[in-house]
Protein backbone atom coordinates (compact mmCIF):
# COMPACT_ATOMS: atom_id res chain seq x y z
CA UNK A 1 0.00 0.00 0.00
CA UNK A 2 1.25 3.39 -0.77
CA UNK A 3 2.54 4.88 1.98
CA UNK A 4 0.55 7.73 3.76
CA UNK A 5 -2.57 7.05 2.03
CA UNK A 6 -5.84 6.51 3.87
CA UNK A 7 -7.47 2.96 3.16
CA UNK A 8 -10.82 3.59 1.47
CA UNK A 9 -12.00 -0.58 1.58
CA UNK A 10 -13.92 -1.28 5.08
CA UNK A 11 -15.78 2.22 5.28
CA UNK A 12 -19.42 2.12 5.67
CA UNK A 13 -21.03 4.21 3.46
CA UNK A 14 -21.61 6.74 5.73
CA UNK A 15 -18.21 7.12 6.42
CA UNK A 16 -17.78 6.80 2.24
CA UNK A 17 -20.28 9.91 2.15
CA UNK A 18 -18.68 11.85 4.70
CA UNK A 19 -15.45 11.49 3.32
CA UNK A 20 -16.55 12.35 -0.09
CA UNK A 21 -18.69 15.42 1.40
CA UNK A 22 -15.47 16.42 3.22
CA UNK A 23 -13.34 17.01 0.20
CA UNK A 24 -16.28 18.77 -1.47
CA UNK A 25 -17.84 16.21 -3.93
CA UNK A 26 -21.19 15.81 -4.09
CA UNK A 27 -23.20 13.15 -1.31
CA UNK A 28 -24.49 10.67 -3.98
CA UNK A 29 -20.36 9.48 -5.10
CA UNK A 30 -20.11 8.28 -1.56
CA UNK A 31 -22.81 5.79 -2.76
CA UNK A 32 -20.90 5.25 -6.13
CA UNK A 33 -17.69 4.58 -3.99
CA UNK A 34 -19.05 1.69 -2.06
CA UNK A 35 -20.65 0.10 -5.29
CA UNK A 36 -17.28 -0.10 -6.68
CA UNK A 37 -15.61 -1.15 -3.84
CA UNK A 38 -18.13 -3.87 -2.63
CA UNK A 39 -20.19 -4.99 -5.79
CA UNK A 40 -17.83 -4.09 -8.70
CA UNK A 41 -14.94 -5.38 -6.32
CA UNK A 42 -12.47 -3.01 -8.35
CA UNK A 43 -8.63 -2.92 -7.13
CA UNK A 44 -7.86 0.88 -8.16
CA UNK A 45 -9.11 3.92 -8.08
CA UNK A 46 -8.49 4.38 -11.79
CA UNK A 47 -11.58 1.90 -12.23
CA UNK A 48 -14.21 4.16 -11.01
CA UNK A 49 -15.52 4.96 -14.29
CA UNK A 50 -18.60 6.95 -13.41
CA UNK A 51 -16.90 9.75 -11.24
CA UNK A 52 -14.99 12.21 -12.85
CA UNK A 53 -11.71 12.48 -13.68
CA UNK A 54 -10.80 15.29 -11.35
CA UNK A 55 -12.71 13.74 -8.49
CA UNK A 56 -10.45 10.05 -8.93
CA UNK A 57 -7.10 12.26 -8.73
CA UNK A 58 -8.36 14.02 -5.87
CA UNK A 59 -9.26 10.35 -4.84
CA UNK A 60 -5.95 9.25 -5.40
CA UNK A 61 -3.79 11.33 -4.35
CA UNK A 62 -5.00 10.80 -0.42
CA UNK A 63 -6.65 7.39 -0.77
CA UNK A 64 -5.96 3.75 -2.06
CA UNK A 65 -8.61 0.92 -2.18
CA UNK A 66 -6.25 -1.30 0.10
CA UNK A 67 -7.51 -4.70 -1.14
CA UNK A 68 -5.61 -7.47 -0.68
CA UNK A 69 -4.98 -10.77 -2.70
CA UNK A 70 -4.27 -13.70 -1.12
CA UNK A 71 -0.93 -14.41 -0.46
CA UNK A 72 -1.84 -18.58 -1.19
CA UNK A 73 -4.59 -21.05 -1.59
CA UNK A 74 -4.64 -24.82 -1.70
CA UNK A 75 -7.67 -26.97 -2.83
CA UNK A 76 -8.46 -30.58 -1.77
CA UNK A 77 -10.08 -33.06 -3.60
CA UNK A 78 -13.73 -32.18 -2.79
CA UNK A 79 -13.45 -28.51 -4.26
CA UNK A 80 -12.95 -27.19 -0.59
CA UNK A 81 -10.26 -24.54 -0.88
CA UNK A 82 -8.41 -23.30 1.72
CA UNK A 83 -6.74 -19.41 1.47
CA UNK A 84 -3.82 -17.97 2.97
CA UNK A 85 -4.06 -13.98 3.61
CA UNK A 86 -1.22 -11.68 5.08
CA UNK A 87 -2.45 -8.36 6.64
CA UNK A 88 -1.40 -4.81 6.74
CA UNK A 89 0.96 -5.41 10.19
CA UNK A 90 2.57 -8.53 9.29
CA UNK A 91 0.82 -11.75 10.02
CA UNK A 92 -0.96 -14.19 8.39
CA UNK A 93 -4.91 -15.44 8.33
CA UNK A 94 -6.74 -18.21 6.76
CA UNK A 95 -10.32 -18.30 5.51
CA UNK A 96 -11.73 -21.47 3.85
CA UNK A 97 -14.24 -21.72 0.86
CA UNK A 98 -16.92 -24.93 1.02
CA UNK A 99 -18.45 -25.85 -1.85
CA UNK A 100 -22.24 -27.23 -1.67
CA UNK A 101 -24.34 -28.11 -4.22
CA UNK A 102 -27.20 -25.18 -3.22
CA UNK A 103 -24.58 -22.43 -1.38
CA UNK A 104 -21.48 -21.91 -0.24
CA UNK A 105 -20.27 -21.24 3.06
CA UNK A 106 -17.11 -19.35 3.75
CA UNK A 107 -15.16 -19.74 7.20
CA UNK A 108 -13.21 -16.49 7.76
CA UNK A 109 -11.02 -14.98 10.47
CA UNK A 110 -11.71 -12.26 12.96
CA UNK A 111 -8.34 -11.81 14.33
CA UNK A 112 -4.58 -12.59 14.13
CA UNK A 113 -4.00 -15.17 16.68
CA UNK A 114 -6.42 -15.69 19.26
CA UNK A 115 -6.08 -15.23 22.73
CA UNK A 116 -8.54 -18.27 24.21
CA UNK A 117 -5.72 -21.01 24.86
CA UNK A 118 -7.61 -24.07 24.07
CA UNK A 119 -5.44 -26.89 23.79
CA UNK A 120 -6.36 -28.60 20.76
CA UNK A 121 -5.72 -25.31 18.87
CA UNK A 122 -2.62 -24.24 16.87
CA UNK A 123 -3.64 -20.48 16.53
CA UNK A 124 -3.51 -20.29 20.27
CA UNK A 125 0.04 -21.16 20.91
CA UNK A 126 0.47 -18.05 19.11
CA UNK A 127 -1.15 -16.05 21.39
CA UNK A 128 -3.60 -12.97 20.00
CA UNK A 129 -1.91 -10.28 17.84
CA UNK A 130 -4.56 -7.88 17.04
CA UNK A 131 -8.40 -7.80 15.54
CA UNK A 132 -8.78 -7.60 11.87
CA UNK A 133 -10.53 -4.49 10.35
CA UNK A 134 -13.35 -4.65 9.24
CA UNK A 135 -12.08 -4.02 5.42
CA UNK A 136 -9.84 -7.33 6.22
CA UNK A 137 -12.89 -9.22 7.52
CA UNK A 138 -14.98 -7.99 4.58
CA UNK A 139 -12.18 -8.14 1.87
CA UNK A 140 -11.24 -12.11 2.10
CA UNK A 141 -15.16 -12.75 1.57
CA UNK A 142 -15.51 -11.19 -1.45
CA UNK A 143 -11.62 -12.02 -2.89
CA UNK A 144 -13.30 -15.62 -1.84
CA UNK A 145 -16.53 -14.96 -4.05
CA UNK A 146 -14.75 -12.96 -6.99
CA UNK A 147 -12.22 -15.71 -7.13
CA UNK A 148 -14.86 -18.55 -6.92
CA UNK A 149 -16.99 -16.48 -9.28
CA UNK A 150 -20.19 -16.51 -7.13
CA UNK A 151 -22.15 -13.16 -8.07
CA UNK A 152 -22.39 -10.36 -5.28
CA UNK A 153 -26.55 -10.99 -5.32
CA UNK A 154 -25.75 -14.59 -4.18
CA UNK A 155 -26.29 -15.37 -0.51
CA UNK A 156 -23.65 -17.49 1.40
CA UNK A 157 -23.07 -18.81 4.90
CA UNK A 158 -20.17 -17.16 6.79
CA UNK A 159 -19.19 -18.34 9.90
CA UNK A 160 -16.34 -16.88 11.78
CA UNK A 161 -14.32 -20.19 12.66
CA UNK A 162 -11.13 -19.50 10.91
CA UNK A 163 -8.32 -17.60 13.67
CA UNK A 164 -9.69 -15.23 16.44
CA UNK A 165 -12.67 -15.04 18.45
CA UNK A 166 -15.45 -12.91 16.68
CA UNK A 167 -16.61 -11.55 19.50
CA UNK A 168 -13.86 -10.40 21.04
CA UNK A 169 -13.74 -8.02 17.79
CA UNK A 170 -17.34 -7.15 17.77
CA UNK A 171 -16.83 -3.70 16.46
CA UNK A 172 -15.16 -4.64 13.46
CA UNK A 173 -17.32 -7.81 12.45
CA UNK A 174 -20.34 -5.73 13.52
CA UNK A 175 -19.08 -3.41 10.93
CA UNK A 176 -18.07 -5.93 8.37
CA UNK A 177 -21.72 -7.48 8.39
CA UNK A 178 -22.87 -3.71 7.68
CA UNK A 179 -20.69 -3.26 4.97
CA UNK A 180 -22.13 -6.40 3.16
CA UNK A 181 -25.44 -5.95 4.44
CA UNK A 182 -25.80 -2.07 3.04
CA UNK A 183 -24.33 -2.42 -0.51
Known amino acids: MPEGKDILFGRTLDELTELVTSLGMPRFTGKQ ?106 GQILWIKRENKIPYERRINVVYMGMGEPLDNLANVSKAVKILTEN
Open 33 to 138: IAQWLYDKRVTSIDEMTNLSKANRTLLAERYTVGRTAPVMSQLSKDGTRKYLFAVSTGGLVEAVFIPDKDRATLCISSQVGCKMGCAFCLTAKGGLVRNLTAGEIV
